[in-house]
């Protein structure tokens, strides 16, 4: 089986001074084989810290313009034949100003990004998404739409920061839970 711990936004330093010392207890209590970035990092320490734990794959959010421009804005991977998604979810330049524009003018709806989330990646089982800071772990059409939610900072609705957990079987089966942190 292979074990994937999952995070997003991080916002280090832009948001949160440091990497929060219970993710990487968690990570290493759950002895994950790979840690799963879904960006907004802002500071490459992040990664290196997590790489102290696993083997990092990570992608660039709407905060990792600078710093880390080199990241892809997708991967696809692929874990004992099941297809897998990372993506920070914001679209190009273009989407995430609409996504902006609307937001202002009607409010905040997480159903707006699962429905685009899904239909963009029709090919991938398991889609893992961040930037809403909304975890999500709901299972679509056979397909699982995960958001670890925010590592850090409780949303608008103040959820606890969480992070995610992923269990691939070698026969295909999926398991995927939420973990709430302390703040």
Known sequence: MIRLGVLSDTHVPDRSRRLDPQILAR???????????????SSPAVLRDLEEVAPVHAVRGNRDWFLLYSLPAELRLNFYGVP?????????LLTYLRDRVYFK?????L?????????????????????????LNLWVDGRLLFNPGCAHLPNEINDPPSIGFIQIHPEGTVKAELICLDH
Request: hydrophobic residues 35%; aromatic residues 10%; glycine residues 10%.
């Open 111 to 135: 159903q707006r990004y699962q429905t685009r989330i899904a239909s963009d990646y029709p090919d991938s089982r398991v889609i893992i998404f961040g930037h809403t800071h909304h975890a």
């Open 27 to 41: 990570f290493k209590e759950l002895k994950v084989h790979a840690i799963l970035h879904a960006g907004d990092v």
């Open 84 to 92: 897998v998604l990372l993506t920070h979810g914001h679209g190009d």
């Open 105 to 109: 003018r009607h409010g905040y709806q």
